[in-house]
């Protein structure tokens, strides 16, 4: 039996309505796939920025405590330095590639958040032993976005409590994340710096490697250690003692507590939004309450996409 033309106008206006629908849902989400890249690259430098500031105030409020051991064989120093995951240790200055960050004790996502973080059981900057830092290249104010312009024999200076000190740049190499053997000291009576950072821009495919050579002699071979697990251990303390393979590559979901207030901050962005458009067409002035609806929305949306970044895989 034919179709009445009732029938055809009736499947032609559902298959418009459903197109319709289609076309705005990937309208929106390209949009919001298109934010939350614009939050990734300028949007976390925001939050580095400020932590910066508040390390820069820690750093210079806080007493020299540290350990002024001569001891040759490597030695925690956490109890006599009171060094805890995220506490300022130093700041890092590359003139070259106008690197100028304080660094952090761990390399938990949360620590490197706020600039360079030191990796468990390195060296302390200035010590004898591998002092190894990861730093961020893309995202969080990428301070280790250009280590690749590093040639043999550039200048790395650190700043801690224990002095300034001055590192020459050695080489500069590509490995594999499974490669953690470059964190490890392999001559105890030298000082080196390590920087770790990942390769090639925006992917976490591999490791780009900096090493230096101190330029003085150092008279400590001080170690930070993270402090004993405890049941008040951290989240971040605990990640603090995993490998280079591992922190810097957790997948998917690696903050499962954000997922509630992912959910809260995407029903609030949605509920804003919303609430403009409908007060605007009863009070017959949409245009201009969904634009005073932006900012609110905008700040919602913010606070959607810093949650929705602790679960996507991070890297550097």
């Known amino acids: 039996m034919a179709r009445t033309p009732a029938e055809d106008k009736g499947r032609t206006s559902l298959s418009h309505v459903l197109l319709g629908v289609l076309g705005k849902t990937l309208i929106w989400a390209g949009l919001l796939l298109l934010g939350f890249t614009a939050y990734q690259l300028w949007g976390t430098g925001l939050q580095t920025s400020r932590f910066q500031s508040e390390l820069a105030k820690e750093f210079t409020s806080t007493p020299e405590t540290s350990s002024t051991s001569s001891s040759t064989t490597p030695q925690s120093v956490i109890d006599s330095n009171g060094i805890d995951v995220g506490d300022a240790i130093g700041k890092i200055s590359i003139e070259k590639i106008d690197v100028d960050d304080w660094i952090v004790a ?19 900057p200035g010590s004898l032993g591998n002092s190894a830092i990861a730093g961020h290249r893309t995202t969080f104010g990428a301070p280790f976005a250009d280590l690749d312009k590093l040639n043999q024999g550039d200048i790395i200076t650190v700043t801690t409590r ?9 080489s500069v190499d590509i490995v594999k994340p499974s490669a953690v053997e470059v964190l490890e000291t392999t ?3 030298k000082g080196v710096l390590t920087l770790v950072t990942c390769h090639p821009k925006w992917t976490s495919a591999n490791r780009l490697i900096v090493s230096a050579d101190l330029q003085e002699n150092a008279t400590t071979s001080d170690r930070w250690t993270p402090a004993p697990t405890s049941t008040a251990t951290t989240t971040d303390q605990a990640s603090a003692a995993d490998t280079d393979e591992d922190v810097l590559s957790e997948g998917w979901f690696h903050d499962p507590s954000a997922i509630p207030q992912t959910l809260m901050w995407a029903i609030a962005a949605v509920l804003v939004w919303w609430l403009g458009g409908f007060l605007g067409r009863r009070l017959g002035r949409q245009v201009r309450l969904r634009t005073l609806a932006v900012v609110p929305f905008l700040v919602t949306l913010y606070f959607f996409y810093e949650n929705v970044a602790r679960l996507t895989p991070t890297n550097l």
């Not at 224990?162 to 050695?170: K, N, P, S």
């Open 162 to 170: 224990r002095g300034v000190f001055t590192y020459a740049v050695r």
């Open 187 to 189: 001559d105890p009576s």
């Open 106 to 124: 761990g390399v938990s996502y949360k620590a490197l958040k706020k600039g360079p973080g030191l990796f468990p059981d390195s060296a302390l």
